[in-house]
């Protein structure tokens, strides 16, 4: 079946996230994201894909800080509030119910009952015609430590981080499975220079 360009979001699991922010005027936004991803390992930079008309786009721009919140699928239903078109003067936490977590190194608060956390600061936004891109760097990333394993890796099975795969009527939620497959990053490099440019 051949699938029209633009619904490459169909083929392509992406993550669900929970962006919060801060306005300047000291209003706390929350908003679900999925175009997301680190930038490349093992940097800690990472990069988001934003509509120009957003809160939390705003709010990035005015204060340079933001946290991305990994939501369990326990959490769907405050997740499926943050998608709702709010006005600017709104406190998505309160409208939500969910409960802000004092940050270590940023402004913005993050969200009790997530995965994982990551403080991020603004470093550069790539302004095009309809959207931007936004790269942050991760300044400060902990894990829920009911999700960490004992060797420091994320219980991705009990966790049930979401996840979304377009479809034709919408947008489904989802959350990964490990298949007990691993590559080593050693594996990866093997034949190669350890380079981190490569
Ligand atoms: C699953 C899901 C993923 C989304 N991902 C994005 C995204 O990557 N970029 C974006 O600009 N909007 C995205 N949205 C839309 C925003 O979440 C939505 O417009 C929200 O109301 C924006 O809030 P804000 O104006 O407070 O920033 C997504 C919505 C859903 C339901």
């Known amino acids: 079946?051949?699938?029209s360009p633009h619904k490459?979001?169909?083929v392509l699991p992406l993550p669900v996230v929970l962006i919060s922010t801060i306005s300047k005027a000291g209003?706390?936004?929350v908003a679900q994201w999925g175009n997301i991803t680190p930038i490349l390992r093992p940097l800690d930079e990472i990069v988001l894909a934003t509509w120009l008309?957003?809160?939390t786009l705003d709010n990035i721009r005015e204060t340079g800080e933001f946290v991305v919140n990994v939501p369990p699928a326990a959490m769907i239903e405050e997740v499926m509030i943050c998608a709702r078109n709010f006005l600017p003067e709104v406190d998505e936490f309160e409208e939500a119910g969910l409960i802000p977590r004092p940050s270590t190194a940023v402004a913005p608060p993050g969200i009790e009952g997530a995965v994982a956390w990551m403080e991020c600061r603004l470093v550069e936004e790539i302004?095009?015609?309809k959207y931007a891109l936004v790269i942050g760097t991760v300044v400060h990333l902990e894990v829920d430590d009911r999700h960490?394993?004992?060797g420091g890796d994320v219980d991705f099975d009990a966790a049930r981080p979401l996840c979304m795969v377009c479809g034709n009527d919408g947008i489904r939620f989802a959350y990964p499975t490990d298949t007990g497959r691993c590559a080593l990053y050693s594996e990866m490099l093997a034949g190669k220079?350890?380079?981190m440019n490569e």
Request: glycine content about 4%; charged content about 30%; cysteine-free.
């Open 148 to 150: 960490a394993t004992a």
């Open 127 to 129: 302004t095009r015609e």
């Open 27 to 29: 209003i706390h936004n």
């Open 8 to 10: 490459r979001g169909n």
């Open 193 to 195: 220079s350890t380079s």
């Open 53 to 55: 008309r957003r809160d």
């Open 1 to 3: 079946m051949q699938l």
